[in-house]
């Protein structure tokens, strides 16, 4: 384990803060240390409260070093939110030397993201969804293909800059090197995923606290990003309302009672509901709150199709969709997707990963696990000065002074 370098995850989400530790060794990546805290400063995926957010962090980052035995000092961090927003680009460059050679690919890189953006917005993400060598399309890897003109067909994801500098700035409070912003949707799907739902077409439908975001992959590669305002906060809300109930007692029921398909719960089943002012608890048909939470998860699913629809891939999306992220472990949630969204669905969880699989294989860690498996194939794709060094597990203070002065120097 010494000389194994930890790579941390922290997801920043409306309704948690989750820090993932894991450990990269020859076998794979292995989960060491999880820390998962409510959060308080941020909402739709954006820190509105700065002090709250630091606070999370900091928690949510001593329990995930605890656990693993080690420090954390540089993470992968996830953003989403409505204001991060997808657009598909083209890139054209000349081929050097009748070679494609890996500047080259930069250089295509760079012109296909060279579009006049707003003062505060910046880019997050170029995802390449093809390269063209002279007429030739479709092509996947094109260093060293012979040529003499190179396209690039990528989907850059964009976002507020004051929201990035916000995330950096609560994280660079706690001590924290931020590696790279990467949108959570996308670290979602590299967790939950395989190789043959991205090749042959899927839809991932991310349900966090605040935001639903949506990602599409057409032959293994993104297309589409977007993201809805509605997730499992709302169905807490109107549930808090409907039974007039504490929000927190509501979010307990929504959890252990709740079901987005009232079709599914009998008749005779009851639920006890504490209320608010002191007064008694009431005992109240199961099937109340769940008459309660299906419209909700109606609304989300039926703005997920019109996004999918409008995008003009659904007919392309041949394995169908998949739904991540806490809210989605509601009873009946992927049967009423399929009836909503006209595709098959199946609930998504994290794959991949070793050390504390039983821990991490809920679709709430969807997005955390995403993001060390992000950052673990980073490794292999920066430049070597370009890597951030990962201080290894048990790394003492002479190491990591080491680590920084030739990072520096």
């Known amino acids: 384990m010494a000389n194994n370098p930890i790579i941390a995850g922290l997801d920043l989400g409306t309704t948690k803060v989750c820090a993932i530790a894991a450990e990269l060794t020859p076998e794979g990546l292995d989960i060491i240390g999880i820390g998962c805290v409510p959060s308080r400063g941020l909402k739709k995926g954006v820190v509105v409260n700065i002090e709250s957010t630091v606070q999370a962090i900091r928690a949510a ?37 009748r070679e494609v050679a890996q500047t080259d690919v930069d250089r295509v890189l760079e012109q296909a993201k060279a579009v006049a953006l707003p003062s505060d917005r910046q880019v997050l993400h170029v995802l390449p969804k093809e390269y063209i060598v002279d007429d030739q399309d479709g092509i996947r890897e094109p260093v060293g293909m012979a040529g003499v003109r190179l396209e690039a067909r990528v ?69 589409h990003t977007c993201s809805v305002p509605v997730g499992g906060l709302n169905l807490t809300n109107d549930v808090a309302q409907g039974l007039r109930t504490p929000i927190a007692e509501a979010e307990r029921i929504k959890i252990k009672y709740g079901c987005a398909s009232a079709a ?71 049967e009423l997707a399929e009836q909503i969204l006209g595709l098959q669905v199946r609930r998504g969880a994290p794959t991949g990963v070793g050390g504390l699989v039983d821990v991490v294989k809920s679709p709430s860690y969807a997005t955390a696990v995403g993001l060390v498996k992000y ?35």
């Open 155 to 223: 989907h850059m994801v964009t976002a507020a800059t004051t929201s990035v500098a916000n995330l950096i700035k609560c994280a660079e409070r706690c001590d924290l090197h931020v590696a790279e912003i990467v949108l959570q949707p996308l670290a979602s799907a590299t967790s939950v995923l395989s190789d043959d739902e991205m090749e042959i077409g899927g839809a991932l439908i991310d349900i966090g606290g605040g935001t639903s975001d949506i990602i599409l992959y057409v032959d293994g590669a993104v297309v």
């Open 375 to 409: 950052g673990a194939s980073r490794l292999h794709h920066l430049p070597e000065e370009d890597e951030v060094p990962l201080v290894p597990a048990q790394a003492g203070l002479g190491s990591r002074f080491g680590a920084w002065f030739r990072q520096v120097w």
């Open 61 to 97: 980052v001593e329990q995930a070093e605890t656990m693993a035995g080690c420090d954390i000092h540089n993470v992968y961090a996830g953003i989403a939110g409505s204001h991060v927003r997808g657009m598909n680009q083209e890139g054209v460059a000349a081929i050097a030397n």
């Open 264 to 334: 599914m719960v009998d008749d005779d089943e009851t639920i006890e509901v504490p209320s608010v002012g002191g007064r008694p608890p009431r005992v109240l048909p199961r099937r109340v709150l769940c008459d309660i939470i299906e419209p909700r998860v109606e609304e989300i699913f039926v703005a997920c199709r019109h996004v999918i629809r409008e995008t003009g891939y659904a007919e392309m999306l041949a394995s169908g969709a998949i739904v991540t992220g806490g809210t989605t472990l509601l009873d009946g949630m992927p």
